[in-house]
């Protein structure tokens, strides 16, 4: 069982809506990210928090905004979506961020449809 | 960029073993990892490797050769269950900060 718990498991939002997506861990990790994952292509990374900092954005559009208020929480809140946003999420976790070999934990992802 | 390559679909026998190859282009690489992502689930580790050679781990074992940038993954006494998709990442340095990036998987259906 992963131990990167993310909520909810499925949400279908309008594209007036806002939502949250909430990840969180126990294992004492300092890094964490936001990964999107379109139907038969490979997870995408959006956002690394490191030490609860926003490390890396690779350019996400602002209607997707993360927050990490401690360092076993990660939420990621969406506002005036588009349909094409329709993904996979996937929250993860590593024990460190920058070091070579981290190996990354995922959760079991929140799966998001626009309408 | 990076660029990774792995087949896209693969079949199998229930019980025979299966080579899943990745070939991959990057600059600053520290390692690679597998993951196993079964339909409609997160992805779940695998293995890492970092020096070169074979890695073993149960009915899994992978391979590295850093200087033909070449990688596979072994599955033994294939079972029903491991039909998924088998995702090649690798991870490497930008800018100061490691990163990992995915291939497209490879599909892998196991048959009776």
């Known amino acids: 069982d992963t131990e990167v718990t993310q909520t909810p498991k499925h949400l279908v939002m309008g594209m007036t809506n806002k939502k949250s997506l909430k990840c969180e861990q126990h294992?004492?990790?300092?890094?964490m990210y936001w990964y999107k994952q379109k139907a038969k292509k490979p997870p995408e990374l959006m956002f690394v928090?490191?030490?609860?900092?926003?490390?890396i954005n690779e350019s996400v559009p602002s209607r997707f905004s993360p927050e990490c208020p401690n360092s076993s929480l990660l939420n990621l809140h969406l506002h005036a979506l588009q349909p094409e946003d329709s993904a996979l999420y996937l929250c993860?976790?590593?024990?460190?961020?920058?070091?070579?070999?981290?190996?990354?934990?995922f959760g079991e992802g929140s799966w998001l449809t626009v309408v | 960029g990076q660029n990774i390559d792995q087949p896209t679909e693969m079949t199998a026998t229930e019980g025979a073993i299966v080579q899943i190859n990745c070939t991959y282009q990057?600059?600053?690489?520290?390692?690679l990892f597998w993951y196993q992502q079964h339909a409609g689930e997160a992805p779940t580790f695998l293995s890492y490797?970092?020096?070169?050679g074979l890695e073993e781990k149960g009915r899994f074992s992978s391979f590295l050769s850093r200087s033909k940038g070449y990688s596979y993954l072994l599955l033994k006494e294939l079972q029903m269950k491991d039909s998924a998709s088998y995702l090649c990442?690798?991870?490497?340095?930008?800018?100061?900060?490691?990163?990992?990036?995915f291939g497209t998987g490879t599909k892998l259906q196991v048959i009776p």
């Open positions: 990442a690798v991870s490497y340095d930008s800018g100061g900060y490691q990163k990992v990036t």
């Open positions: 490797n970092v020096l070169d």
């Open positions: 990057t600059s600053g690489f520290n390692g």
């Open positions: 294992m004492g990790h300092r890094a």
């Open positions: 993860a976790s590593s024990q460190h961020h920058g070091f070579a070999g981290n190996t990354i934990y």
């Open positions: 928090y490191s030490y609860e900092k926003l490390s």
